[in-house]
């Protein structure tokens, strides 16, 4: 009973999501449709107008990315063995280029850690949101840190620290609420997505914030010696 309680919860939450994932594509799209209705008229082309568009259809590709993430059904016999400081490794090698460009500091320190189980494309999802926000939250003279360090008891520890904007108590108690943002063009699904994946993958996720001074989130995943380890008691 408990199980079928369970994924009809599920559902419903995912319907609410779709329902709301619907009105947020509809106004970008009901935009942009908006500015090329009035550019069929020759003369009322603007550029200005075109970069809006672009920024509209931007974003309604992000909305739709980060929801399909969350719609997908996940099998736990999917889940392989994943180094998590050579997938950070590889992720902030391709992050470089674009934070070099926009002068942002990336330091990255690992730790010998053991190998995990998981999902390395829903792994990988969750450090590009948050190292987006990260990237997101910082301005002159950015820095943001990565960090993997062994944790008690057979947990792997990941740390992602930023020097930028912080945020309010009222702030974090909202994160990972659909559709809450304080960006203009934000989505408001980056950090429900980073929460669903990580406890999914019995894990958990800390956001410690400072106003004016930076954010860490943190992850800590069970290693496979330890998910094995509750296979077996199960
Ligand atoms: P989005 O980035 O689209 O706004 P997220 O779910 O990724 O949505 O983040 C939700 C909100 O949490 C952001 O709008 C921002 O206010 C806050 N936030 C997340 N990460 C940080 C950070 N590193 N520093 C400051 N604020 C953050
Ligand atoms: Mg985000």
Same mark, same amino acid.
């Given at each position: ?188 699904? !980056? ?11 019995? !894990? ?31």
């Amino acid at each position: 009973v408990d199980d079928l309680i369970r994924k009809s919860d599920k559902l419903s939450v995912v319907a609410q999501l779709a329902a709301g994932v619907a009105h947020e594509i509809r106004n970008p799209l009901t935009t942009v449709k908006g500015f090329l209705q009035l550019f069929q008229n020759e003369e009322s082309y603007n550029g200005y107008y075109l970069k809006l568009m672009m920024e509209e259809l931007e974003r309604v590709e992000s909305i739709i990315y980060e929801y399909l993430t969350l719609a997908k059904p996940n099998y736990e016999q999917d889940f392989q063995n994943i180094r998590i400081d050579t997938l950070l490794k590889q992720l902030l090698t391709l992050t470089e280029t674009h934070s070099n460009m926009i002068n942002i500091k990336l330091e990255f320190n690992a730790e010998e850690v053991p190998i995990i189980l998981g999902l390395e494309k829903e792994l990988k999802q969750v450090f590009i949101n948050i190292i987006r926000n990260a990237m997101e939250a910082v301005e002159e003279n950015g820095i943001i840190s990565v960090r993997v360090r062994n944790h008690p008891d057979d947990f792997v520890c990941i740390q992602v620290e930023d020097n930028g904007c912080g945020m309010p108590r009222e702030r974090i108690e909202r994160l990972g609420e659909p559709f809450y943002s304080t960006k203009e063009r934000g989505t408001g699904l !980056g950090l429900m997505v980073c929460y669903k994946i990580i406890e999914h993958h019995g !894990g958990i996720l800390n956001v410690y914030s400072e106003v004016n001074r930076g954010t860490k989130v943190e992850i800590i995943l069970p290693t496979l010696k330890k998910r094995k380890k509750e296979m077996l008691m199960i």
